[in-house]
Antibody, heavy 121, light 107 residues
Framework: EVRLVESGGGLAQPGTSLRLSCAAS????????MHWVRQVPGRGLEWVSG????????AYADAVKGRFTISRDNAKSSLFLEMNSLRGDDTALYYC??????????????WGQGTLVTVSS | SSVLTQPPSVSVAPGKTATITCAGN??????VHWYQQKPGLAPVLVIY???DRPSGIPERFSGSRSGNTATLTISRVEAGDEADYYC??????????FGTGTKVTVL
């Protein structure tokens, strides 16, 4: 069974940084693209960023481009999201999500339980 | 970028059929995937590539697509089907786009 466990969320002041981590188990991590999807409580889902199996390709939503950086460590089955210049509208529950392909395409087939990021002064 | 429009809510009596639509201008050339999200839980994939069901998803869940509208149908609705449902597409320009979401209420 695939298990994705996020950590690193919390309260951050506007303009500061946070680093999210995701520990994966129950899968051959290096075989799949991985993503971050966020959800403002009570609102819809928004894809944030994705990275291919070998880290050669990454992509970002326009709302976070230039501020967030996704990375992965296949040796440690871990996914990361470096979040800089945080803004109030970055406040959300951030899910670590497994893609069903090695590259950035199609759909997501496993989700973590999320880590909450709150940006407020 | 792509915009996927879903009805905000659908109400259905137990045992009846719920129909959730997902409309987008350019959806006709893309595969549509559907997720179920129960309160307080992470989303779960229920339909992929328009019509396919992952293992463990009941046959009561089915998907279809016609022109620029995709449809998720839940037959013989049960109380446990009460959840938010989201459609999603991918393309090489917009990347991943989710629909606006539909809250299904079982009466």
């Amino acid at each position: 069974e695939v298990r994705l466990v996020e950590s690193g969320g919390g309260l951050a002041q506007p303009g500061t940084s946070l680093r999210l981590s995701c520990a994966a188990s129950g899968l051959t991590f290096e075989d799949y693209a991985m993503h971050w999807v966020r959800q403002v409580p009570g609102r819809g889902l928004e894809w944030v960023s994705g990275i291919s199996w070998n880290s050669y390709s990454s992509a970002y939503a326009d709302a976070v481009k230039g501020r967030f950086t996704i990375s992965r460590d296949n040796a440690k089955s871990s996914l990361f999201l470096e979040m800089n210049s945080l803004r109030g509208d970055d406040t959300a529950l951030y899910y670590c999500v497994k893609g069903e392909q090695p590259t950035l395409m199609y759909y997501f087939d496993s989700w973590g339980q999320g880590t909450l990021v709150t940006v407020s002064s | 970028s792509s915009v996927l429009t879903q009805p905000p809510s659908v109400s259905v009596a137990p045992g009846k059929t719920a129909t959730i639509t997902c409309a987008g201008n350019d959806i006709g050339h893309k595969s549509v995937h559907w997720y179920q999200q129960k309160p307080g839980l992470a989303p779960v994939l229920v339909i992929y590539f328009d019509t396919d069901r992952p293992s463990g998803i009941p046959e009561r869940f089915s998907g279809s697509r016609s022109g620029n509208t995709a449809t998720l149908t839940i037959s013989r609705v049960e109380a446990g089907d009460e959840a938010d449902y989201y459609c999603q597409v991918w393309d090489s320009i917009s990347n991943y786009v989710f629909g606006t979401g539909t809250k299904v209420t079982v009466l």
